[in-house]
């Protein structure tokens, strides 16, 4: 399905944090990183317990270069993802945290 098939859902009324994360990686994969922080904000709006959803916002913001909400985002991401288990989600997370403190010369002893 395209985007604009995922779209016209929204539009008919079908929206749901999945139909969300799914558009906000798709205009990702496409370098469309505004749109798809507009999608994966709402997707978290819709579903804040959807980790996948905080981790793929979290890419979109720093890609903007809005580091302090990628940084927030990713943190709710560990909270969510470790409230359900995810445990993995929860480290690629932090492994995000870490590479982003780093190259901001933060996180040295």
Same mark, same amino acid.
């Given at each position: 399905?395209?985007?604009?098939?995922?779209?016209?859902?929204?539009?008919?009324?079908?929206?749901? !944090? *999945?139909? /969300?994360?799914?558009?906000?990686?798709?205009?990702?994969?496409? &370098?469309?990183? +505004? =749109?798809? #922080?507009?999608?994966?904000?709402?997707?978290?709006?819709?579903?804040?317990?959807?980790?996948?959803?905080?981790?793929?916002?979290?890419?979109?913001?720093? !890609? *903007?270069? /809005?580091?302090?909400?990628?940084?927030?985002?990713?943190?709710? &991401?560990?909270? +969510? =993802?470790? #409230?359900?288990?995810?445990?993995?989600?929860?480290?690629?997370?932090?492994?995000?945290?870490?590479?982003?403190?780093?190259?901001?010369?933060?996180?040295?002893?």
């Amino acid at each position: 399905m395209d985007k604009d098939n995922f779209l016209k859902l929204i539009a008919a009324g079908r929206d749901s !944090a *999945l139909l /969300r994360f799914t558009l906000g990686n798709l205009y990702l994969e496409e &370098g469309d990183a +505004a =749109a798809a #922080a507009e999608h994966l904000e709402r997707a978290v709006a819709l579903d804040a317990s959807y980790a996948a959803a905080w981790k793929q916002l979290g890419k979109a913001r720093h !890609a *903007l270069g /809005r580091d302090d909400e990628a940084r927030d985002a990713w943190r709710r &991401g560990i909270e +969510a =993802a470790t #409230a359900k288990g995810h445990v993995q989600a929860a480290k690629e997370m932090q492994v995000h945290l870490r590479r982003l403190d780093k190259s901001r010369g933060e996180g040295r002893p």
